[in-house]
């Protein structure tokens, strides 16, 4: 047993394993600059829900949080933001990067 005091010293934080990409997608949408920000929500509108679908039914080396991976594949693309095909290609690094 963790008293509440203990996890505030130690920055512990529950994040619940079932959780949708939605809040993580919107967070990481606002960082993005304005210009960017349009042509973003209609690649991962296309393809976000798909890949993490996809990437959903094959095993990991890692266990790995659902928003663990979430974060890892917009990490990948964070710099990628300059064609739809460079996207594309961080998006499917970041999903693969814990696949067996």
Excluded: C
Excluded at 25 to 48: A, G, H, M, N, P
């Amino acid at each position: 047993y963790v008293s509440p005091a203990t996890i505030s010293r130690v920055g512990m934080l529950h994040i619940n394993e079932e959780m949708d990409a939605k809040p993580i997608l919107s967070t990481w949408i606002k960082k993005r600059s304005d210009e960017s920000r349009e042509i973003i929500v209609v690649w991962i509108k296309k393809y976000f829900d798909k890949a993490l679908s996809l990437r959903n039914e094959i095993s990991q080396l890692v266990s790995t949080s659902q928003a663990s991976l979430i974060q890892s594949a917009l990490s990948y693309t964070e710099n990628a933001l300059d064609s739809e095909n460079s996207f594309l290609l961080r998006l499917a690094k970041g999903f693969g990067s814990n696949m067996k």
